[in-house]
Structure formats: structure tokens, C-alpha cells
């Protein structure tokens, strides 16, 4: 039986809590949160993707609000990370140290020296570091990569992401807008998309990008250009100034010789496989959500079975380089290389 403690209890701790809860040989013993009245403050909704409501039993868990006097007498194998950005390096440096396997939460961290320090800390301890860089398991895009990868359609031409939804206003003091605390748009929202590029494509020869921003120079919408040496065309949009009403958005359009693909959340058709000699269809994917694959996968790496290689700490890191490049590029309006 994997234990497992959960680090900060609000949407994503939660989404967690729900996928840990129904992951077999797997059980979470304790929970982190500096929130005295979190019981009761769990009933209430956050967060924009459904999933996170689900009931806890608190009967059978132990309960801490200080991080530390959990490191120290939780019943524990792994944590699940799920606190805000700004706190994810020191704290996952304290949990591998300290001899647990760690599931942080995305983005990785604010800089590419808290990243490198994370990853050494992983590789000093010989624990398993995974960033929940969830699109990485996301049935539509992990299908639509196997897909690509197959070549039964031709080489990938061009292909568009987008992300789009109003500004998160679940996060406590409101973090997610602050972006030394959170990375705002860029590393909140886009990376996401940025890291399955990185993930669908590999690391691009350079990247530029334009953006609307606020009156402190915050991005507000934003559009990020990736070159590679064979000069197919990808891109990626994302959004934090979509109405209320709006809701959330992901999406992508990938244009292959033979096919193009198309998934828009949402939408009851899901993934679409548009050929050129015959019908569309929409594939079979794998039932559950890429936060169910992810700690599936992070659950089998911490009890040292033999796993595809999906995702490791060095690319969750190179993913927060392309993303600050991306920022850079913003901010000086040129293009950035990369290698």
C-alpha cells in the first residue's frame, strides 16, 4: 500500500484527493493545510474543470497544518504538492530530503535555478520527482501524440493550442494573479501547452511571442510562435481576460500531410481524426483524466515498477526555460533562441 500526504487541500489538493482516493494499492494517510477551518471549506466549489467536489472522510486521515511536524511524524511514503507555485522548490527540496517520492504540481517553479536545484535535490536523494504536467497523460493528447508519432498520417505540418478561460479567483489572497507569486498567465496557464509542444516537438530552435498585458505589465492574452529546423508551423494561444461566462477553454488543431485532428473541450464529439481518403472519426481513448493517468503513473514510479519514460524532471524544467523565453521574447519584442 503506497501512503500517501497530500500538501495544501484547495482545488488541485483536492483534485488529487480524488484520483488517490480511487487509485487501487494506494491510500492517502495525511493531509497539510494551513487552513484551520478546512473541513468546512472544502464544500464549497473552486477551481474551473469539475472533479474536485468530491466527499472526504477525514475519520482515517491525520491532520496537519504545519509542513514540517508532517514531515516528521506522517504516516507516509509520497506527497502529492498541490501549493502555490512560489512554494513548490523549497518545499519539495524539504520533502526528497526528508525521504519522500514527490508529486509536484505544475509549473515546476518560478525560475530555472529553483528548477536545477529540484532536480539535484531528486537525483541526491534517489526518490522519484514528477511534475504534474497533465496533458502528458491526457487521453485526447496523449491519442493525438501516438497518433502523430505512427506516421500512418504523413509528417506533422502545423498545429495551434489554445487555452482560455477568466481569471482564476479560487486562489487564497489571490496568488494566481500575482505574478511573483504564481508566474501569472505564462507559467499558470500557457505552460501547459508549451510543455506538450515541448513534449509533441522537443525543444524548439526559438521562440517569440506578442501579448496584451495590464496596467503593471501583467499578460493578459497571450501568443507564443515555436521554430524548428523543419520549419513546420506551431503556435499557442492563452487567455486570462475571457467573460465569466465564457468558462474554460483547451483546444488544438494539429495538421498532419494526410489527416487533421481536432479536440475542443467540451464538445460531446471530444477528439476528431479528420483523414483525407475517408470518413471522420473520433478515436478511442482511455476512460478517466490525465490527473487520474498522472498519479497513476507517479504511483507506479514510487513503487519502482517498469514504466514508459512520459515525463522527467529535466524536461519539466527545459518546458520552464521555454516558457521564460517566451516572456523574454514578450517583454523585448524579438525573437529568442534557445539552442
Not at 271 to 295: C, S
Request: aromatic share 10%.
Amino acid at each position: 500500500m503506497l501512503k500517501v500526504g497530500i500538501v495544501g487541500f484547495g482545488f488541485m489538493g483536492r483534485m488529487h484527493f480524488r484520483w488517490w482516493n480511487q487509485l487501487e494499492g494506494a491510500k492517502v494517510t495525511a493531509i497539510c493545510d494551513a487552513n484551520p477551518n478546512i473541513q468546512e471549506d472544502i464544500k464549497k466549489p473552486v477551481g474551473n474543470i469539475a472533479g474536485a467536489s468530491a466527499e472526504v472522510n477525514f475519520d482515517e486521515i491525520a491532520l496537519f497544518s504545519d509542513f514540517e511536524e508532517m514531515l516528521q511524524e506522517g504516516d507516509m511514503d509520497a506527497i502529492s504538492l498541490t501549493l502555490p507555485t512560489y512554494l513548490h522548490a523549497e518545499t519539495t527540496q524539504k520533502a526528497l530530503r526528508a525521504g519522500y517520492h514527490v508529486l509536484c504540481e505544475k509549473p515546476m517553479a518560478l525560475t530555472v535555478e529553483e528548477c536545477d536545484q529540484m532536480v539535484q535535490a531528486a537525483e541526491e536523494s534517489g526518490k522519484v520527482l514528477l511534475i504534474g504536467q497533465c496533458l502528458r497523460f491526457w487521453p485526447e493528447y496523449t491519442k493525438a501524440r501516438a497518433i502523430v508519432e505512427s506516421g500512418q498520417y504523413g509528417k506533422l505540418l502545423a498545429a495551434s493550442f489554445r487555452r482560455l478561460g477568466a481569471p482564476p479567483d479560487w486562489g487564497q489572497d489571490d496568488w494566481f494573479k500575482k505574478v511573483q507569486l504564481s508566474g501569472g498567465l505564462a507559467l499558470d496557464l500557457h505552460i501547459h501547452d508549451a510543455d506538450f509542444i515541448h513534449y509533441l516537438c522537443g525543444m524548439p530552435e526559438a521562440v517569440d511571442g506578442c501579448a496584451t498585458t495590464g496596467p503593471q505589465g501583467e499578460l493578459l492574452h497571450m501568443s507564443a510562435h515555436y521554430f524548428y529546423p523543419d520549419h513546420h508551423m506551431i503556435s499557442a494561444e492563452a487567455s486570462w481576460v475571457m467573460s465569466s461566462s465564457f468558462g474554460f477553454e483547451m483546444s488544438f488543431n494539429l495538421m498532419l500531410e494526410h489527416a487533421t485532428l481536432v479536440f475542443t473541450s467540451g464538445e460531446d464529439n471530444g477528439l476528431q481524426v479528420f483523414p483525407d481518403d475517408a470518413e471522420p472519426y473520433t478515436p478511442e481513448l482511455a476512460e478517466h483524466d490525465g490527473y487520474y493517468w498522472e498519479i497513476d503513473h507517479f504511483s507506479r514510479l514510487a513503487r519502482g515498477q517498469a514504466v514508459p519514460e512520459v515525463s522527467t524532471p529535466q524536461q519539466s524544467r527545459d518546458s520552464i526555460r521555454l516558457v521564460l523565453a517566451e516572456v523574454e521574447s514578450i517583454e523585448k519584442s524579438k525573437r529568442i533562441t534557445l539552442v
